[in-house]
């Protein structure tokens, strides 16, 4: 079977680790600040800090802005449940916006109708690596004074315009986890230029710690550290995230090309200023011969690890439809998800399916994809 994804480790990471655990000092410090330097220079924001996860950087920042329980957050529901769950686990309301039937991402038009009282930010995700329309959705947050949080968990290298994502919200979080465009394992990243909001990440992040460490406390937190263990390899592997990323790129314009003579299948589009990071390559189907759940059978039995990854919608998820179960229903007023309609997310959770797109495929792999898709589709 050709993976859906080849962690790309090489010697440089052993010998970084090696060079940790032999110095003696195995939580974060040094390293991970290194790492930080290293990836808000690529991103182009004045700070950056690690945390041990994805989900972590979401919540920590989350937790920053101040999100509090019973405060709505405008999000989409086409996505990995993380990005929900770090407004639920706060307290917050994930409030599902459609998405955009050929970009995957949350439609600007249906922001606003959204906003009520009690919305106090946006989370857009900018699924598959594909960058959400940011100057939109900022234009919509400036006008009823919300905060924006970009879910980049998929997103490294992304671009609008010659900016990478991450630099244009009010903050975002990125995952290092082991199928990632660059990766730790796991591990996640906090970015922003917003001094206050920094400083209020470094201590939510470390117990409510100042900056000075010790042992005195300003505030309740949690540990959500990352250990310069896993950070000496996000430092060598930032050394590559351009070649890594150009490569996911090359083979993504290879397979529009080719999917190109497919009338049953369109790739995710966005505007052409936007250029996704290609974390996956997600099309979707349209044929009355054939689902999608038979078109992933015929394709795995050819060998190519295809895979549909978001058929549940957040808002169809056991987690939503049974959020009066959760510690916060006792104290904040849940919508009823189950009423929640979604049609396109719903659609595209039908329709979308994944084919091997990372830097790691070789020519007669790509082929073979190739080969797998047009014996389906004939
Ligand atoms: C869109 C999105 N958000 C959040 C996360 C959470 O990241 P992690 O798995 O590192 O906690 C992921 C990770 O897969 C993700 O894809």
């Known amino acids: 079977m050709i993976p859906f994804t080849k962690p790309i480790v090489e010697d440089e990471e052993i010998q970084a680790v090696k060079r940790v655990l032999e110095s003696g000092m195995l939580a974060e410090g040094k390293v991970a600040h290194e790492f930080e330097k290293l990836f808000s220079a690529y991103v182009g924001t004045k700070y950056a800090t690690v945390t041990s996860s994805g989900t972590t950087a979401l919540t920590t920042a989350l937790e920053?802005?101040?999100?509090?329980?019973?405060?709505?957050?405008?999000?989409?529901?086409?996505?990995?449940?993380?990005?929900?769950?770090?407004?639920?686990?706060?307290g917050g309301i994930p409030v599902f916006v459609d998405v955009k039937p050929d970009s995957y991402n949350i439609d600007p038009d249906l922001i606003e109708a959204a906003i009520t009282k009690k919305t106090r930010a946006i989370m857009p995700v900018h699924i598959f690596g594909m960058p959400c329309d940011m100057k939109r959705i900022m234009e919509i947050a400036e006008d009823h004074d919300l905060l924006v949080i970009e879910d980049a968990c998929q997103a490294h290298g992304a671009e609008i315009d010659g900016r990478r994502v991450g630099s244009l919200g009010h903050t975002a979080c990125f995952s290092f986890y082991a199928t990632k465009n660059i990766l730790t394992g796991e591990g996640g990243m906090i970015t922003t230029?917003?001094?206050?909001?920094?400083?209020?990440?470094?201590?939510?992040?470390?117990?409510?710690?100042?900056?000075?460490?010790?042992?005195s406390h300003f505030q309740i937190g949690y540990n959500n550290r990352m250990m310069d263990i896993v950070a000496a390899i996000g430092v060598e592997q930032m050394k590559r995230v351009s070649s890594l990323v150009k490569k996911r790129r090359q083979n993504a314009k290879e397979y529009d090309r080719f999917l190109a003579d497919f009338e049953a299948v369109r790739?995710?589009?966005?505007?052409?200023?936007?250029?996704?990071?290609?974390?996956?390559?997600?099309?979707?189907?349209?044929?009355?011969?054939?689902?999608?759940?038979?078109?992933?059978?015929?394709?795995?039995?050819?060998?190519?690890?295809?895979?549909?990854?978001?058929?549940?919608?957040?808002?169809?998820?056991?987690?939503?439809?049974?959020?009066?179960?959760?510690?916060?229903?006792?104290?904040?007023?849940?919508?009823?998800?189950?009423?929640?309609?979604?049609?396109?997310?719903?659609?595209?959770?039908?329709?979308?399916?994944?084919?091997?797109?990372?830097?790691?495929?070789?020519?007669?792999?790509?082929?073979?994809?190739?080969?797998?898709?047009?014996?389906?589709?004939?």
């Open 64 to 90: 920053a802005m101040g999100i509090q329980p019973g405060d709505e957050v405008i999000t989409t529901p086409f996505t990995f449940i993380a990005s929900a769950n770090s407004i639920a686990i706060l």
């Open 193 to 215: 230029d917003d001094e206050e909001l920094y400083n209020r990440m470094l201590m939510i992040k470390n117990h409510g710690r100042g900056k000075e460490g010790g042992y």
């Open 267 to 378: 790739p995710q589009k966005q505007d052409p200023a936007f250029k996704s990071g290609y974390h996956l390559y997600v099309p979707r189907l349209y044929s009355d011969k054939l689902s999608r759940d038979e078109m992933v059978s015929a394709l795995r039995n050819a060998g190519v690890g295809a895979r549909a990854v978001y058929v549940l919608p957040c808002h169809k998820q056991d987690t939503y439809l049974n959020i009066q179960k959760w510690r916060w229903a006792k104290f904040v007023d849940y919508p009823d998800y189950s009423k929640v309609n979604l049609p396109i997310s719903e659609d595209l959770g039908a329709r979308h399916f994944d084919i091997p797109v990372h830097p790691s495929l070789t020519k007669e792999e790509k082929e073979t994809i190739q080969e797998a898709i047009k014996t389906v589709l004939s």
